[in-house]
């Protein structure tokens, strides 16, 4: 039934591409299905969930919430524009760690097959539209393709960032583990949320720690938060800062959140990351 359904769909979107039994990527450069069905959102601020596709990969994850003031104030960066979401980049694993165990309840919908058809019935393979995105809904689930190449993303502004060498707070972390005799058999993971805040000029923007979000408290996690905390303090230049807050669009500095990630392998050595997008207006 479902096949057939496609069929029918896209048999009827075809005779309205189709001209002399070749379809005509111009006249129909995007391509929209809908189709009805229940999701189950296990968090009742969850008003939509949105997948986007690079090359066939899912690359990133929009979750959008439901208008409820007092669950935006206390989820989101205060402050921040009235449009909020949380973002996840899922070549980023910071992002990709905690999209899967705040939303691994949540199955994404099963893709339909595409095939064209020309008025005679048989396949054309003149145009081959790719996923671009899928929107899920608590009635619904809806998705975007494009003959076109993928259109180009909406430029929020930079990331904040760290104005050194990870490298130089990577190698503080592990000699303070070492001189704690720390045992380093296991791999520890663990996600910060922090809050980059903009300085009244750039050589006064901050870091602020935020919470744990990934991972246990552990040695490992009151150490990298020590030395996070300690890149306010400590810089290679008077009156200068180790961090840049993002800038949005147009350039200015604004206040946003980000992850960090660390990773404290086997070995002892300890690697950190940071976000290489800003995709939304608070970096939630």
């Known amino acids: 039934m479902f096949d057939k359904l496609i069929f029918i769909l896209l048999l009827t979107f075809c005779t309205t591409t189709f001209a002399q039994n070749v379809i005509k990527p111009q006249e129909g450069k ?3 299905l809908t189709f009805p069905n229940k999701s189950n959102f296990v968090d009742s601020h969850i008003l939509s ?16 919430p439901v208008e409820d003031e ?13 449009q909020r979401f949380k973002y996840f980049d899922l070549s980023f694993e910071g992002d990709r760690l905690v999209f899967k165990n705040n939303y691994s309840s949540i199955e994404v919908p099963l893709i339909p097959r595409l095939q064209f058809l020309d008025k005679r019935g048989k396949l054309s393979p003149e145009c081959s539209y ?8 608590k009635d619904s689930s809806v998705f975007f393709f494009s003959a076109d190449s993928h259109p180009e993303p909406m430029f929020w502004g930079q990331p904040a960032k760290f104005k050194g060498e ?12 070492a001189d704690l ?16 805040i903009a300085g009244e000029s750039r050589n006064q923007d901050k870091l602020q720690i935020d919470e744990l979000i990934y991972g246990e408290e552990t040695y490992f996690s009151d150490i990298v938060r020590k030395v996070l ?25 604004q206040t946003t959140r980000i992850k960090i990630f660390a990773w404290l ?17 608070s970096g939630d």
């Open 130 to 137: 790719k996923l671009i995105s899928i929107g899920v809904f």
């Open 265 to 281: 392998k086997p070995n002892g050595q300890v690697e950190l990351k940071l976000p290489s997008k800003l995709q939304n207006w």
């Open 181 to 196: 005799n720390v045992k380093t058999n296991l791999d520890s993971i663990i996600v910060f949320r922090a809050t980059v």
């Open 49 to 64: 969930i949105h997948y986007g596709f690079d090359a066939d990969t899912m690359s990133q994850v929009i979750v959008k």
């Open 70 to 82: 007092t669950y935006m104030n206390r989820e989101f960066l205060k402050g921040s524009m009235k």
């Open 166 to 177: 990870l490298r130089s707070l990577e190698t503080q972390i592990s000699q303070k583990l």
């Open 30 to 32: 995007y391509l929209k």
């Open 229 to 253: 905390n300690d890149t306010n303090n400590k810089s290679s230049m008077p009156s200068s800062s180790n961090w840049i807050a993002a800038t949005n669009a147009s350039a200015r500095p």
